[in-house]
């Protein structure tokens, strides 16, 4: 998922596609255009911008004298509170709207209007809800629904660390699900409360109660993943897949690795000290592990990556593991070996998956693969990125 591993890019481009064209609908002088496209600009060379578009790839476009350019904030849905700006303001990694001349000479098309959202700007607007999802946000596995009373009862942690917190759904809060076999949530889709089942993971954001075990959410995404823990017993390179061994169902599972796939390496002491607390055996073991003293965890949602310490009130307590998590060395598709353990966190299916987020450097903790399972898929949300991800 997850921290779709930091995942400023967690503003995905689709996102801000949907801003850029909103401000059509307010713009008469847009909505008579007769080409038009959305991308982002890769090269700027004098009067002329490349741009990869979303649709057809790159795309050369002339911007003559007489062009308007405009800027606006991501997410804005009109140009009303646009602003005026120069070529010499275009930068590579800004999206673009550009609106083509209808009829210009040459080859190379000319642009009557472009409409910018700044890369610096999609920043900002990044770090601000991965700020918001870390203060405000909880998550983990969905223990039960009641859709009458509109609340979900969450399982966070693992071990003699787990611990309950129900989400509060009202009609104004925002849901979302991952699609099927996915594992980008800027791909997530509007989804009712009765789309979300046991055993889902699931990551809401809203107002906690002081001991964080009440949440009246703003917004909520979920999705069913498989966890799967045990040991690489073949690796495919050209394929880029390995075959493991599951633990629990005793059954070879191919595990597709994507770019977007979260990949990190447990450093042996810390598997040790992680296993040792599942068992509930040295939950003060504090100098070598993440802080805060809990594994309560939740995972990384769209604004990216994991919770924010903050001793009293639970909601760093739940968000210490994940961060320790994510903090771990990141690890490439090379760096896997036969015969090594890995717990992973993946798309459903029974013998192929593809994988959102894998782990290794876990031998410790197949010791208790489920505790362990539990563990890493809080981990998994939120993108591919990777941060990406999810909230």
């Not at 801003?19 to 909505?31: I, N, Q």
Request: proline content about 4%.
């Amino acid at each position: 998922m997850n921290e779709l591993r930091n995942r400023a890019s967690q503003i995905s481009i689709r996102l801000c596609a949907v801003a850029l064209f909103a401000c059509l609908s307010g713009a008469a002088v847009l909505a008579q255009a007769p080409t038009r496209f959305v991308g982002t600009i890769t090269a700027v060379n004098g009067t002329t911008l490349t741009v990869k578009t979303d649709a057809d790839g790159p795309r050369q476009v002339a911007v003559p004298d007489s062009a308007v350019l405009k800027r606006v904030a991501p997410g804005q849905k009109d140009l009303s509170a646009a602003v005026d700006i120069h070529l010499a303001d275009l930068e590579t990694g800004d999206r673009v709207l550009v609106k083509l001349a209808p009829a210009a000479e040459g080859e190379t098309a000319q642009a009557a209007q472009i409409i910018a959202i700044k890369a610096a700007d999609v920043a900002e607007k990044a770090q601000k809800e991965r700020e918001d999802w870390q203060q405000r946000g909880v998550g983990g596995l969905v223990k039960s629904v009641d859709t009458s009373a509109g609340t979900i009862v969450l399982t966070s942690g693992a071990g003699a660390t787990a611990k309950t917190v129900t989400v509060h759904v009202s009609k104004t809060t925002v849901l979302k699900r991952y699609a099927a076999d996915s594992v980008r949530f800027d791909l997530a889709q509007p989804a009712p409360i009765e789309a979300i089942h046991a055993g889902d993971q699931l990551r809401a954001k809203g107002d906690k109660n002081p001991e964080g075990t009440e949440v009246s959410a703003d917004e909520i995404v979920s999705g069913s993943f498989r966890n799967i823990s045990g040991v690489i017993t073949s690796m495919d390179t050209a394929s880029q897949s390995i075959v493991v061994k599951d633990l629990l169902t005793k059954k070879q599972v191919t595990v597709h690795i994507t770019q977007d796939a979260q990949m990190h390496s447990l450093p042996p002491m810390m598997a040790q000290m992680l296993a040792a607390r599942l068992k509930g055996g040295a939950a003060g073991a504090r100098t070598q592990g993440p802080s805060g003293g809990s594994t309560g965890n939740r995972p990384p949602g769209p604004g990216g990556q994991n919770g924010a310490r903050n001793e009293g009130s639970g909601q760093g307590q739940t968000g210490s593991m994940q961060q320790f998590l994510s903090r771990t060395p990141a690890i490439q598709f090379s760096d896997l070996k036969k015969g090594g353990a890995v717990m992973v966190v993946s798309t459903q299916g029974a013998a192929e998956v593809t994988a959102i987020s894998l782990l290794s450097g876990v031998e410790p903790l197949l010791e208790a693969p489920e505790a362990s399972q539990n563990l890493l898929a809080n981990w998994s949300m939120g993108s591919g990125g990777g941060e990406d991800a999810a909230q």
